[in-house]
């Protein structure tokens, strides 16, 4: 069996309805993805009744930014703006019979931004 590894996945990511190739977030030191889905139980006289809830999905990128990288301040300009991206993160290591690669891909907006510059 092999382990799925980190090294695995690539991440690319363009401005939703852009007429270009995306941009491969480059040096990615984690990514994280995270789907919940919240559920509604409402009591009745005839029992319960589940309501189907309302489908998040949160993607975390860490990584390191080169000195001349516009990526990042595309990406603040767009948390500022509300500008939705697309986002997709490829499976290197898995291609199906037409030779495609394994990809999940997600529409959303950027909810914050964190630029850290340690010593």
Not at 45 to 70: A, F
Request: aromatic share 6%.
């Amino acid at each position: 069996m092999a382990i799925k590894q980190g090294t695995d996945e690539l991440v690319l990511i363009r401005k939703a309805g852009d007429k270009k190739d995306a941009n491969k977030v480059m040096w990615v030191t984690e990514l994280e993805r995270e789907t919940e889905k919240d559920r509604d139980t409402e009591a009745t006289v005839d029992g319960p009744v589940n309501s189907g809830g309302t489908l998040e999905s949160t993607v975390t990128i860490n990584c390191y930014m080169n000195q001349d990288d516009t990526l990042c301040d595309e990406i603040e300009d767009a948390t500022e703006e509300d500008t939705p991206y697309e986002l997709w993160v490829i499976n290197k290591k898995v291609k199906n019979s037409e030779g495609k690669y394994k990809a999940e891909y997600r529409q959303g907006y950027w909810n914050s931004i964190d630029r850290t510059n340690d010593a």
